[in-house]
């Protein structure tokens, strides 16, 4: 698709040189314009990325492909004849990170792989948190803000959801995933560099997301947009199914912890805001029924305590 050419992607390199100014500039605008980007020389090993990628695959051949097609069956899924808009078409798990791991807690991860993903969690910790200062620098705020904001008193949530979107016979009729904004603070997302499937709506058109080899997908949840006042955004993405091919998704969200109060930034602020004021675990208790509906009710919602009881819930969501 000839958009994709168009897609942001950030060498993160060029920070540390004469290009710095060019590269923040393209970080602002991608956060202004697109809320995705994807990152490139961001210091992740690759032969890490590669070990996680291969052990995430073998673990669904070995202890996932089964449960999935047992639970095609179950819905009545395996021969789709209608259009489906209430179930995705993705097998997952989920890591917590923080505020305490659960990874000794799964079951049906072998020791490498369990060692594998508390590095990989740690470094994209990290990551995000260097993120979340390069985001600061462009919108004026003072460093660590955002990380200020995201801690409370408990420190921040983190945790990784683990998917794979096997081939679907008929992809017109189900989605891997359904449209939705994050509710979170900033994603970090590994996708399969072969296997295609994300998509993001801009101009009132899906745009896919190129599969690139060895990068990071970074986009923004909906506390950043209400943090930076609508200055940045979340935006509605969705996964495709695909006729052929096993697509790898393995992404981390670094939210604000449960105790966190989310506000938009003074400094962003010239009159009154349109955006809430809220503790993120209230946010998430709204969310997690009613992540496939529009955001703007849900910043309602939070504005007007009893109007929370008139989002008609339709799904239940991992919150970490």
Same mark, same amino acid.
């Given at each position: 698709?000839?958009?994709?050419?168009?897609?942001?992607?950030?060498?993160?390199?060029?920070?540390?040189?004469?290009?710095?100014?060019?590269?923040?500039?393209?970080?602002?605008?991608?956060?202004?314009?697109?809320?995705?980007?994807?990152?490139?020389?961001?210091?992740?090993?690759?032969?890490?990325?590669?070990?996680?990628?291969?052990? +995430?695959?073998?673990?669904?051949? +070995?202890?996932?492909?089964?449960?999935?097609?047992?639970?095609?069956?179950?819905?009545?899924?395996?021969?789709?004849?209608?259009? &489906?808009?209430?179930?995705?078409?993705?097998? +997952?798990?989920?890591?917590?990170?923080?505020?305490?791991?659960?990874?000794?807690?799964?079951?049906?991860?072998?020791?490498?792989?369990?060692?594998?993903?508390?590095?990989?969690?740690?470094?994209?910790?990290?990551?995000?948190?260097?993120?979340?200062?390069?985001?600061?620098?462009?919108?004026?705020?003072?460093?660590?803000?955002?990380?200020? &904001?995201?801690?409370?008193?408990?420190?921040?949530?983190?945790?990784?959801?683990?998917?794979?979107?096997?081939?679907?016979?008929?992809?017109?009729?189900?989605?891997?995933?359904?449209?939705?904004?994050?509710?979170?603070?900033?994603?970090?997302?590994?996708?399969?560099?072969?296997?295609?499937?994300?998509?993001?709506?801009?101009?009132?058109?899906?745009?896919?997301?190129?599969?690139?080899?060895?990068?990071?997908?970074?986009?923004?949840?909906?506390?950043?947009?209400?943090?930076?006042?609508?200055?940045?955004? %979340?935006?509605?993405?969705?996964? &495709?199914?695909?006729?052929?091919?096993?697509?790898?998704?393995?992404?981390?969200? #670094?939210?604000?912890?449960?105790?966190? /109060?989310? %506000?938009?930034?003074?400094?962003?602020? /010239?009159?009154?805001?349109? #955006?809430?004021?809220?503790?993120?675990?209230?946010?998430? !208790?709204? #969310?997690?029924?009613?992540?496939?509906?529009? !955001?703007?009710?849900?910043?309602?919602?939070?504005?007007?305590?009893?109007?929370?009881?008139?989002?008609?819930?339709?799904?239940? &969501? /991992?919150?970490?």
């Amino acid at each position: 698709m000839e958009k994709n050419m168009k897609f942001p992607v950030v060498d993160l390199s060029k920070l540390n040189g004469e290009e710095r100014d060019q590269t923040m500039a393209l970080i602002n605008e991608a956060c202004e314009n697109w809320g995705f980007f994807e990152i490139v020389n961001h210091g992740l090993p690759h032969d890490l990325m590669d070990k996680i990628e291969k052990m +995430t695959k073998d673990h669904y051949k +070995t202890c996932q492909e089964q449960k999935f097609n047992d639970m095609l069956k179950s819905k009545g899924l395996d021969n789709l004849e209608t259009e &489906v808009e209430d179930v995705d078409w993705e097998s +997952t798990f989920y890591v917590r990170h923080l505020p305490q791991s659960n990874l000794n807690d799964i079951s049906d991860v072998s020791d490498e792989y369990r060692t594998a993903m508390k590095d990989f969690g740690k470094r994209l910790e990290n990551l995000a948190e260097d993120l979340l200062d390069l985001l600061c620098e462009n919108l004026g705020l003072e460093k660590g803000y955002l990380k200020k &904001v995201f801690h409370g008193t408990k420190g921040p949530t983190f945790g990784t959801k683990v998917s794979n979107y096997p081939p679907c016979p008929k992809p017109e009729m189900i989605k891997g995933l359904r449209a939705h904004t994050d509710a979170g603070g900033i994603i970090l997302l590994f996708q399969d560099d072969k296997v295609s499937g994300l998509q993001l709506l801009k101009d009132g058109d899906w745009i896919d997301v190129p599969p690139l080899n060895h990068s990071i997908v970074i986009n923004l949840g909906d506390q950043l947009e209400v943090i930076t006042n609508g200055k940045y955004k %979340s935006v509605l993405h969705r996964v &495709v199914t695909q006729q052929e091919g096993n697509r790898m998704s393995v992404a981390s969200f #670094y939210n604000p912890g449960s105790d966190a /109060e989310i %506000s938009p930034a003074t400094s962003l602020v /010239e009159k009154d805001s349109e #955006y809430p004021s809220f503790v993120f675990d209230d946010y998430m !208790k709204l #969310y997690a029924g009613v992540k496939f509906q529009p !955001k703007e009710p849900r910043f309602a919602a939070m504005k007007n305590a009893s109007a929370v009881t008139e989002l008609s819930p339709t799904a239940a &969501v /991992e919150t970490f």
